[in-house]
C-alpha cells in the first residue's frame, strides 16, 4: 500500500474518492487550496483507495498523510479533453471567427464587386504561408460609450487595420493593412495606437513595412476618448512613420485622403492602381473648408499623380502591387545571372552621332532579363529611373532620355534624378548612370521654373550619395549636366568609362563654336564657306572631346567595349564591398 503524503501547507477543498472507490491513474484524489490557488493531488496508479485521512476544511502541512492506496487493475482513463467544457475557448473560437472575412460576406462581396481585395487577402498574398503574426487583432473602435460591444466586434474588427510581422521571400518584413470596409478606413484611437506598437516593433529590427494605405483620415466619433483630448494633434503615428529607418513601400487602392495620404506620401516608394484617387483633401475637408461639394473621384486620379511624380509605379490591380512589392523587397538577396546578348549593346547607339534611339532599349539589353522596374516613368521624361539586377546584382539605373528635348536635364528630371539617388542611397543599392545628355536645359521660361534650384538638388543628393556609383557615357557628356550625371564629377564614380560613341566636352560642340568663334565666323562673308568652317571648328571640337581621346588625357578612367558593359559593372562592384544603407531621408518628391 501507498499513502500519499502533503507536500506542502494547505487546506483541504474537496475529496473526490472515498474508501472502497477504484481510480485510474491519474484521476483527482483531492483538492488543496493555498493562497486562493487551487491544486489538484492525482492517483499516480491504477488504485483502490483503502482510507482517507483528511476531511474538506482541514489543515496540513508536509507530511501529513491524506489517502492510502493499494493497486488495482483499473483501466487507464482516454486521452484527450472535452472542448465543450471548456466555455473560455468556446468564446475565444466564437470571437477570433468575426475576424475573418466570411463575418461580414455582405461587406466582402461589395469589395470585390468593384475588383477590389480585402486587407486580409492582400496580407495573405504578400507574405510567406503561415509567417503571420499578427498584434492587436482584437481591437475595436473607440466608441464603447455608444455602440455595443458585440456591434463594434461585428462590424469594427481590428479598428479597421491589419498589423503584424512575418516573412516575404524569406526576408523579415512588418505591414499595416488599412480596411478600407471597417468605417471606410478612418484612422480611429486604437487604429494609430496599433500603428505606433508595430512601428516600434519594427524599428528594433530595422524591418521594411509595407502599407496599405486606403480610407480617409481621422475619425470624430470614437466618443470613448472626446474627454480627454481636443484636435489630437499630437498623435504620434505620422512622426514615427516619417522617421522610420527601414524601407517604406506604400501601395494604393480605390480612395486615399487626408491621414492615408500623409502616410502614403512619406514613403519611400510609392505604388498605386491605375483606378486610385489620391489626395491630401478628401470630399468632406474641401466642402468643410467651403471650396464646393466635389466627388471623390475628381481628387487626384492616377493618371494626374503618375504625371505629377507622386506615384511612382502605376499598376493594374493590388495582385500587381503585391507582386512588384515582392520583386522590391527580394532585391537585396543574390539571384541568378542568367546570360545574355550582351553583342546587341554593339549596336544600341547608331554611329551617326546625330541620330536619336531608345535608351530604354538599351537599358533592357544591359540588364538581366525582364529585372527592369521603371519608377515614375511618366514624370520627369527627360530622365530615366528604376532598379535592375546586371549580373544577378541588384542596382539602381539612372539613365537619360535622347528622346525627350535630346536628353537635355529639366526641373522635374533633376528632382526626379535626386530623389531617386536618395532612394538607392537609403536602400543601400549601387548605382549605374547611363550619360548621353547635353547638359541642362537653359532659356528664360525653364529659369522661370526654378531651375537652379531644382538642378541643384541633383548635385546636392550627387554629393551626399554614399554607395558605389558606375557611370557609362553611351554618347553626349557635356557640361554641368554630365557632371550630374557622374554624381557631381567625373572623379567621384567607382568607375568612369565610355562606349566608343561618347563624347565629352565643356558645352555643346555646336554651342561651343558658335559662341566662341563668333568673331571669326561672322568675318566670313560666303555662307557656304562660313558652313565649311563652321563644320570644321566643330569636327575639330569632336575630334579632341571623342571618347578615345579624352580618356587619353585621363578626363575619364576607361573606354570599353560596349558588349562588356555589364561584365565591366560587375567586377568594379564587386571590389567595392557589401552595401551599407546610407541616410535614411528620402524626400517626398
Keep these: 500500500m501507498t499513502t500519499i503524503?502533503?507536500?506542502?501547507?494547505?487546506?483541504?477543498?474537496?475529496?473526490?474518492?472515498?474508501?472502497?472507490?477504484?481510480?485510474?491513474?491519474?484521476?483527482?484524489?483531492?483538492?488543496?487550496?493555498?493562497?486562493?490557488?487551487?491544486?489538484?493531488?492525482?492517483?499516480?496508479?491504477?488504485?483502490?483507495?483503502?482510507?482517507?485521512?483528511?476531511?474538506?476544511?482541514?489543515?496540513?502541512?508536509?507530511g501529513t498523510p491524506l489517502m492510502t492506496l493499494e493497486p488495482a487493475d483499473v483501466a487507464a482513463a482516454a486521452a484527450g479533453t472535452?472542448?465543450?467544457?471548456?466555455?473560455?475557448?468556446?468564446?475565444?473560437?466564437?470571437?477570433?471567427?468575426?475576424?475573418d472575412d466570411a463575418a461580414r460576406p455582405d461587406a466582402m462581396a461589395r469589395r470585390h464587386a468593384r475588383g477590389q481585395r480585402s486587407a486580409r487577402e492582400n496580407i495573405a498574398d504578400l507574405f510567406d504561408d503561415d509567417s503571420f503574426t499578427e498584434y492587436g487583432a482584437l481591437a475595436v473602435a473607440a466608441q464603447r460609450g455608444?455602440?455595443?460591444?458585440?456591434?463594434?466586434?461585428?462590424?469594427?474588427?481590428?479598428?479597421?487595420?491589419?498589423?503584424?510581422?512575418?516573412?516575404?521571400?524569406?526576408?523579415?518584413?512588418?505591414?499595416?493593412?488599412?480596411?478600407?470596409?471597417?468605417?471606410?478606413?478612418?484612422?480611429?484611437?486604437?487604429?494609430?495606437?496599433?500603428?505606433?506598437?508595430?512601428?516600434?516593433?519594427?524599428?528594433?529590427?530595422?524591418?521594411?513595412?509595407?502599407?496599405?494605405?486606403?480610407?480617409?483620415?481621422?475619425?470624430?466619433?470614437?466618443?470613448?476618448?472626446?474627454?480627454?483630448?481636443?484636435?489630437?494633434?499630437?498623435?504620434?503615428?505620422?512622426?514615427h512613420f516619417a522617421a522610420h529607418r527601414g524601407q517604406k513601400i506604400g501601395i494604393v487602392t480605390g480612395y486615399c485622403f487626408a491621414g492615408n495620404a500623409a502616410l502614403f506620401g512619406v514613403c519611400d516608394l510609392r505604388i498605386a492602381t491605375t483606378d486610385s484617387h489620391i489626395g491630401m483633401g478628401g470630399p468632406a475637408m474641401i466642402e468643410g473648408g467651403g471650396l464646393g461639394t466635389v466627388a471623390a473621384t475628381e481628387i487626384g486620379p492616377a493618371e494626374v499623380q503618375t504625371a505629377n511624380g507622386v506615384i511612382d509605379l502605376a499598376v493594374a490591380d493590388e495582385a500587381a502591387a503585391v507582386a512588384a512589392t515582392k520583386t522590391l523587397l527580394a532585391l537585396p538577396q543574390p539571384a541568378d545571372a542568367p546570360q545574355t546578348d550582351a553583342d546587341a549593346l554593339r549596336h544600341a547607339v547608331p554611329p551617326d552621332r546625330t541620330r536619336a534611339y531608345d535608351m530604354r532599349a538599351a537599358i533592357a539589353t544591359l540588364a538581366d532579363p525582364d529585372t527592369f522596374q521603371e519608377l515614375r516613368r511618366d514624370f520627369g521624361a527627360g530622365l530615366i529611373t528604376g532598379v535592375a539586377r546586371i549580373r544577378g546584382r541588384a542596382v539602381g539605373l539612372m539613365a537619360n532620355n535622347p528622346l525627350h528635348l535630346g536628353g537635355?536635364?529639366?526641373?522635374?528630371?533633376?528632382?526626379?534624378?535626386?530623389?531617386?539617388?536618395?532612394?538607392?542611397?537609403?536602400?543601400?543599392?549601387?548605382?549605374?548612370?547611363?550619360?548621353?545628355?547635353?547638359?541642362?536645359?537653359?532659356?528664360?521660361?525653364?529659369?522661370?521654373?526654378?531651375?537652379?534650384?531644382?538642378?541643384?538638388?541633383?548635385?546636392?543628393?550627387?554629393a551626399h550619395f554614399s554607395q558605389p556609383l558606375v557611370t557609362v557615357i553611351l554618347r553626349k557628356a557635356y557640361g554641368l549636366g554630365a557632371m550630374a550625371m557622374a554624381g557631381g564629377g567625373f572623379d567621384r564614380p567607382q568607375l568612369c568609362c565610355a562606349w566608343p560613341t561618347g563624347e565629352v566636352g565643356a558645352m555643346g560642340l555646336e554651342g561651343a563654336v558658335r559662341l566662341g568663334h563668333r568673331d571669326h565666323l561672322a568675318a566670313i562673308t560666303d555662307p557656304q564657306e562660313r558652313e565649311a568652317e563652321f563644320h570644321r571648328l566643330v569636327d575639330q571640337l569632336y575630334a579632341r572631346g571623342r571618347a578615345l581621346n579624352a580618356a587619353s588625357l585621363l578626363e575619364f578612367d576607361a573606354v570599353i567595349d560596349p558588349a562588356d558593359t555589364a561584365d565591366a559593372i560587375d567586377?568594379?562592384?564587386?571590389?567595392?564591398?557589401?552595401?551599407?544603407?546610407?541616410?535614411?531621408?528620402?524626400?517626398?518628391?
Design 571 to 589: 567586377r568594379v562592384l564587386a571590389t567595392a564591398g557589401p552595401a551599407k544603407p546610407g541616410p535614411r531621408y528620402v524626400d517626398a518628391f
Design 5 to 62: 503524503t502533503a507536500d506542502g501547507a494547505a487546506i483541504i477543498a474537496d475529496l473526490h474518492a472515498a474508501p472502497g472507490d477504484t481510480v485510474a491513474q491519474g484521476a483527482v484524489l483531492l483538492t488543496t487550496e493555498l493562497m486562493k490557488m487551487r491544486h489538484d493531488i492525482r492517483a499516480p496508479f491504477g488504485a483502490r483507495v483503502v482510507t482517507v485521512h483528511v476531511s474538506p476544511g482541514d489543515e496540513v502541512g508536509p
Design 408 to 462: 537635355a536635364i529639366d526641373p522635374s528630371a533633376a528632382d526626379k534624378g535626386a530623389r531617386f539617388l536618395q532612394l538607392c542611397d537609403a536602400w543601400g543599392l549601387p548605382m549605374v548612370t547611363l550619360c548621353d545628355t547635353p547638359g541642362f536645359m537653359v532659356g528664360p521660361q525653364v529659369e522661370a521654373a526654378g531651375q537652379v534650384a531644382h538642378v541643384s538638388r541633383l548635385f546636392l543628393a550627387g
Design 82 to 99: 472535452d472542448d465543450t467544457a471548456r466555455p473560455d475557448m468556446a468564446e475565444f473560437t466564437a470571437r477570433m471567427a468575426l475576424l
Design 146 to 239: 455608444t455602440r455595443p460591444l458585440a456591434d463594434l466586434q461585428a462590424r469594427t474588427p481590428g479598428d479597421g487595420i491589419i498589423c503584424g510581422t512575418g516573412t516575404v521571400g524569406g526576408r523579415p518584413v512588418a505591414a499595416m493593412a488599412v480596411d478600407y470596409t471597417v468605417l471606410a478606413g478612418t484612422q480611429g484611437f486604437n487604429h494609430h495606437r496599433k500603428m505606433d506598437r508595430l512601428i516600434e516593433v519594427a524599428a528594433r529590427a530595422n524591418l521594411p513595412i509595407v502599407l496599405f494605405a486606403e480610407g480617409g483620415g481621422g475619425r470624430p466619433n470614437d466618443t470613448d476618448v472626446a474627454d480627454i483630448m481636443a484636435a489630437w494633434l499630437n498623435v504620434t503615428s505620422f512622426r
